[in-house]
């Protein structure tokens, strides 16, 4: 599809990766639905990105009816709904083992509830109004592109809750392609590495520093808008399907 025709829902849509693809598709003619917890900063981002463009819609991505209720007036707002990109997450750092004793099972939960269950929660809905769409020259009707990440592959100690979901991510996707391609609604991941995010840069300048001499190429965190670079190159180029797509200079996690 043309960026310009985008009519995109974003979940974590009002900072990090989230926002950086809401500002991609605005920049480029898009519409977009925002899908946060965050009022305040949801009223930030659509102030900045115009109100003509962007509306922020509280949601919680786990209430399977508010995710349905949400996705219908996303698409009464945008005139349409043709892209979903799952970006909301959390980390649920924390050793199975730790100090105080094993990891409270309802911390394992909450981390995979949100990043997986979440990211299907989110996806099924939009496609449910996805394959209702008009199918152009290449028989597509949409496109749905969830945020998985390289500790799906080698996740460190602290991240056994973490690389669960996001490895879950990446199991759905090819499944969830061949299904939904009947429909025309093609199906990515993107597995991103360590990117400049607010939680980062909350970090000490040590640990800032230290992280980037982990990548080999580019020697530097990742940035927001390359991310957004790739999802919007993604939502274009239509042979690209049931894929998980690393983008993380070349890094391999360490253990810790």
């Given at each position: ?42 009223a ?14 509280r949601?919680?991505?786990?209430d ?67 394959q ?24 460190q ?6 690389s ?10 090819l ?44 020697s ?5 808008e ?23 200079g ?7």
């Amino acid at each position: 599809m043309q960026l310009s025709d985008t009519r995109a829902l974003v979940t974590g849509g009002v900072s990090g990766l989230g926002f950086a693809v809401a500002k991609h598709l605005v920049a480029h003619g898009g519409k977009v639905a925002l899908f946060d917890v965050n009022d305040d900063k949801g009223a930030a981002a659509v102030a900045e990105l115009g109100a003509a463009h962007a509306r922020y819609f509280r949601t919680d991505v786990t209430d399977e009816a508010g995710v349905v209720a949400n996705v219908a007036a996303a698409r009464d707002f945008l005139g349409g709904l043709n892209a979903a990109i799952n970006c909301a997450g959390i980390l649920g750092a924390g050793r199975v083992l730790g100090k105080d004793g094993p990891m409270p099972l309802s911390q394992f939960q909450t981390t995979v509830m949100v990043n997986l269950v979440g990211s299907f929660n989110v996806a099924k809905a939009a496609a449910q109004l996805m394959q209702a769409n008009d199918a152009n020259a290449d028989g597509e009707r949409g496109v749905i592109v969830n945020t998985a990440s390289v500790a799906a592959y080698e996740g460190q100690i602290g991240q056994a809750a973490y690389s669960a979901s996001k490895g879950g991510v990446v199991g759905m996707t090819l499944p969830m392609a061949r299904e939904l391609s009947r429909f025309g609604i093609r199906v990515m991941t993107v597995a991103p590495g360590i990117f400049w995010t607010p939680m980062v840069d909350g970090m000490p300048e040590s640990v800032q520093q230290s992280l980037s001499a982990s990548i080999p190429f580019p020697s530097r965190l990742g940035r927001p808008e390359e991310f957004a670079d790739l999802v919007g190159y993604i939502l274009g180029n239509v042979y690209l399907n049931g894929e998980t797509i690393r983008l993380d200079g070349a890094t391999r996690l360490a253990p810790k």
